[in-house]
């Protein structure tokens, strides 16, 4: 399958309006390119470099980006038509023209091209105090005593790098104990639901929309060397499959985790309640801070009660117990 990468041209200060609008047209992963960020590098480091290429300056003398992929076929245009259209309705509201030019431009790409490039910048990563991710390409210059995690995300959202996977990580840490049942609605590469088992779940259900989210958990699995009657996967919308619903529901978890968007964890505030025991934990994330009210509003009529509220790079995670 072949792809075509988008970037928006914008600024600084319109990277997080960007972002979100992509995020509610369904985007899920973006990579951006701060131009004050690369400036700001360049100006915080001077005594570790003496030259800068002219064609690297001249790149990030053009604004700030935000880019992401969509696949070559109907689908995806239609993403591209409804990421233009709300991009035209945030231009319209920016009357002051903070957030630059919005325009979008495109480049098309093979498969082979994106799943190969990408991995030169994904390194690994510490998050929290027990876990280490490793892309299962790099090794480890030294022993370490945290809990390795290996993963190939595959063309599957989830490569531990990002804000809302780190504060799930980081919950379940505080609120997992040694035989505890475990259930991820929205797995990606199944991150969450198999650190979940690394770290003591006797029990890991991992449900995803995305058929080849599943199978990419799955393989994710056997690199950590899951015992796979531990751990099963489901593909399908749990709010609308009731057979999948009432596959799910053959037994309560000790911890419902969510990360997702706001406008689904908005969605899923009745039905998460029925897949939890009581005394259960609700780990979610995946809030733009600026969506975070809806969120908080919505849950005050919920089954729960909250926990805990955390805050990293612009996204918030909430800690329910029902």
């Known amino acids: 399958m072949d792809w075509i990468k988008l970037s928006i041209s914008t600024t600084t200060e319109g990277i997080e309006a960007v972002c979100a609008v992509l995020i509610e047209q369904g ?6 390119d701060d131009s004050t960020d690369f400036h700001n590098f360049l100006e915080n ?14 790149a990030h003398e ?11 076929d109907t689908e995806g245009k239609e993403t591209i038509s409804l990421v233009n259209d709300a991009l035209n309705v945030l231009k319209s509201q920016d009357e002051a023209g903070e957030f630059g030019t919005l ?7 093979k498969e082979e091209d994106w799943s190969e490039n990408w991995k030169q910048y994904f390194k690994p990563l510490n998050v929290g105090d027990k876990i280490l991710i490793l892309p299962e390409w790099e090794t480890l210059d030294a022993p370490t005593d945290r809990t390795v995690f290996t993963v190939n995300p595959g063309m599957s959202f989830g490569t531990g790098a990002h804000h809302t996977t780190q504060l799930c990580i980081k919950a379940m840490e505080k609120h997992l104990k040694n035989g ?15 650190i979940s088992l690394l770290l003591g779940a006797e029990h890991a ?10 199978k990419i958990a799955v393989e994710n699995a056997e690199k950590n060397n899951i015992d796979i009657s531990k ?20 037994r309560k978890y000790d911890i419902v985790l969510a990360n997702i968007v706001a406008d689904v964890i908005i969605g899923i505030k009745d039905i998460v309640p029925q897949f939890l025991k009581d005394g259960g934990i609700f780990i979610t994330s995946g809030i ?7 969120v908080l509003d919505a849950y005050k009529s919920s089954a729960f009660t909250p926990i805990s509220e955390e805050h990293q790079g612009g996204w918030a995670s909430l800690v329910y117990k029902k």
């Open 45 to 58: 480091n001077r005594d570790k470099w003496d030259y800068v290429d002219e064609e690297l300056l001249r």
């Open 288 to 294: 733009i801070e600026e969506r975070l009210p809806d």
């Open 27 to 32: 985007v899920t992963g973006v990579e951006i």
């Open 103 to 109: 325009k979008i431009s495109g480049t098309n790409m």
């Open 180 to 194: 505890m049942t475990v259930l991820d609605l929205g797995c990606g590469s199944g991150i969450l639901s198999i």
């Open 231 to 250: 751990y099963r996967t489901m593909a399908g919308n749990v709010t609308c499959d009731k057979e999948l619903f009432a596959r799910i529901s053959d």
């Open 62 to 72: 053009s604004g700030s980006f935000v880019s992401f992929y969509v696949t070559d």
């Open 205 to 214: 259900t991992a449900v995803d929309i995305d058929e080849n989210a599943v």
